[in-house]
């Protein structure tokens, strides 16, 4: 399958207020939120981004929207520079590529009804506003409200958090994408509404034929939704494989504690926790060689000293550890 989005070596460094001492030293501490970032996602994949709190997802899913510009590397979409889109190019990009946020009560201002909410894609892009009522009922019945009409006039406030999270996919799917971003759906949803979501996710994606990328900490519900995931840590992807493989036979230590950490619905089985120590490193000063050395179990002096690259190995994984 040909790629729609490819990224090279891409990195996203934010500058943070230096202190006095770092002033005098002439340094420029940054947060390196991603370091050199290289993958493809296949037109009509479904590609899930996993790892926890910091590691740099929200980031990457925002340079794939072109809602911040990379620090340095290349992504490309439908095989031309996202870095060059300006202007009509880049309205028509706009049209293209969506995002559902991970909140509902803040993705919706709360002083437009919702079909202002819904509505307000087609007038930034200039659909004709003869098209606009048409077009807002196909959205609402694609992700399933039920007498549509009836929502048009109420407020964010009026509906519940399953109701509004439909709503922020019918904004995203209003103008037809053919790339969406879904940034942890549904983790300020109740788990009574959750899975229903993730049902619209996924039926909306194969009737539509749609790219998607869905960031995420759980890998239980990527597992729903994706056939291929990345891992990452500290700005960078440490293991890429079919989610299947992901799951079953995990190769890098940190994918392992993830998979080990995901509740197995049986009380008769139990995974071993990897033992894993700490928390996340500062993403200011990370340490020397492989970012995860200094919680990895099997760290090696080798580790301190080399960075280890993402390479392929077998099962499909592309992994980065000195160990494989
Ligand atoms: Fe652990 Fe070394 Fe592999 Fe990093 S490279 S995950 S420290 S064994």
Redesign the pocket.
């Known amino acids: 399958m040909a790629a729609l989005v490819e990224l090279r070596d891409v990195v996203k460094h934010f500058p943070v207020t230096r202190s006095l001492g770092e002033i005098a030293r002439g340094a420029h501490p940054a947060v390196r939120a991603l370091d050199g970032v290289t993958f493809d996602v296949g037109d009509g994949d479904a590609v899930a981004v996993v790892g926890e709190s910091g590691c740099g997802k929200t980031t990457l899913g925002r340079l794939m929207l072109k809602l911040a510009e990379p620090t340095g590397g290349a992504i490309t979409f439908g095989g031309a520079p996202m870095a060059g889109l300006t202007g009509e190019r880049l309205r028509d990009f706009r049209r293209q590529a969506q995002l559902v946020f991970q909140n509902p009560f803040d993705a919706l201002n709360p002083r437009f009804t919702i079909y202002r909410a819904v509505v307000e894609p087609l007038i930034n892009a200039d659909i004709d506003k003869a098209e606009h009522a048409d077009r807002v009922a196909s959205a609402f019945r694609r992700v399933h409200l039920a007498d549509f009409d009836r929502y048009f006039d109420r407020y964010p406030h009026q509906l519940s958090g399953g109701q509004l999270q439909r709503v922020v996919m019918a904004r995203a799917l209003v103008l037809g994408p053919r790339f969406l971003v879904a940034d942890e759906p549904v983790s300020m949803l109740d788990v009574s509404v959750r899975a229903g979501i993730l049902a619209l996710l996924r039926e909306v994606r194969e009737t539509m034929g749609l790219t998607a990328v869905y960031i995420s900490h759980d890998l239980a519900l990527v597992r729903y939704l994706c056939e291929r995931t990345l891992v990452m840590y500290l700005g960078r992807v440490v293991e890429d494989a079919p989610t299947e493989e992901i799951v079953r036979r995990p190769r ?3 994918t392992k504690a993830l998979v080990a950490a995901v509740p197995v619905p049986d009380p008769d089985q139990s995974r071993a926790p990897l033992p894993i120590k700490g928390n996340v490193p500062d993403a200011r000063e990370p340490p020397s060689g ?1 970012s ?2 200094d919680r ?1 179990p ?3 002096p080798r ?1 301190a000293a080399e960075t ?1 690259m993402l390479r392929s190995t077998t099962g499909g994984h592309r992994v980065a ?3 494989d």
Do not use: V
Request: proline share 13%; hydrophobic share 25%.
């Open positions: 890098h230590p940190y492989c995860f050395r990895c099997y760290a090696m580790c280890p550890c000195h160990l």
